[in-house]
């Protein structure tokens, strides 16, 4: 699948989900949005989500990443007495290799297994992730294992949905050829409800690689609709991001995420 190919699936996924959205009965309550936006909702999710870098710095390349997002809760039981939240990753990706075309295939996996808390009217969530090297070609993917941490916390309130995800992790095994890895990444959302279902959101993901020591810190201002078809909570946004700091090439200038996500209801 090519990069046009990608971003035009995504456009029509976009458009597709503005007209249902507009079209839907039912009223949809802040509620329901911060449901569908709260990574810890301990809710089944698909979600479809994509980020289209058309410029990197010190490139005049650009990237493409498709997600497939899953969220599988896991109830409390006798051998571990708090709920979890288990989130698998598969992307699609494009990126450019040297001779000037572009390799899109299947990317590295990431699965991460929350464990669910609550303190002082906060939601958080910790637990291990691990990253499998399953991408199809070398140019989308580190040929490393990585395992590390994740954590959330979550300030959920009927006007605003804020929080952050904080995940680190460091290869252990791989291609012995491939170097040494070790990231950390930040990803502050805010969430600010509007009449409807709709909303304004930030959610810029901040990348550290600690091993070169590069960075990049986007900031996004983008707006969503959720809405309830049945049991299903329907969520469809775009978010550009600019990159207002960074240190390193080959890293995004700016970039745009969209998406549809899905929870299912009881």
């Keep these: ?133 399953t991408a199809t070609d070398p140019s989308l993917g580190t040929g490393k294992w990585q395992a590390g941490l994740a954590g959330v916390v979550v300030d959920a309130k009927p006007a605003r949905l804020l929080g952050m995800l904080l995940q680190w992790q460091h290869s252990f095994a791989g291609q012995s050829s491939r170097p040494t890895v070790q990231t950390l990444t930040a990803q502050p959302f805010m969430i600010f409800n509007l009449p409807q279902g709709w909303y304004i959101r930030s959610t810029g993901t901040w990348t550290f690689d600690l091993q070169r020591s590069t960075y990049y810190i986007p900031v996004g201002l983008g707006a969503g609709k959720a809405w309830k078809e049945g049991k299903t909570i329907f969520n469809a946004f775009v978010e550009p991001q600019y990159s207002i700091l960074h240190d390193g090439t080959g890293i995004p200038q700016w970039t745009v995420f969209a998406g549809l996500n899905m929870t299912f209801g009881k």
Excluded at 30 to 35: G, L, M, R, S, Y
Excluded at 51 to 71: I, Q
Excluded at 84 to 93: E, M
Aim: hydrophobic share 40%; charged share 15%.
């Design 1 to 133: 699948m090519t990069i046009d190919r990608v971003w035009k699936r995504v456009g029509s996924i976009w458009m597709g989900c503005t007209l249902l959205a507009s079209a839907a009965m039912a009223q949809t309550s802040a509620e329901d949005a911060n449901k569908s936006n709260n990574p810890l909702n301990p809710s089944p999710a698909f979600n479809l989500q994509n980020y289209y870098t058309p410029r990197l710095y010190g490139s005049g390349a650009h990237t493409n990443d498709f997600l497939l997002r899953g969220t599988l809760p896991v109830a409390p039981n006798s051998l571990i007495g708090a709920p979890q939240i288990i989130r698998p990753t598969v992307p699609i990706s494009t990126r450019p290799k040297g001779d000037g075309t572009y390799e899109t295939g299947l990317g590295d996996i990431n699965l991460f297994d929350i464990f669910l808390l609550r303190a002082q009217g906060l939601e958080l969530g910790v637990g291990p992730l691990l990253t499998i090297p």
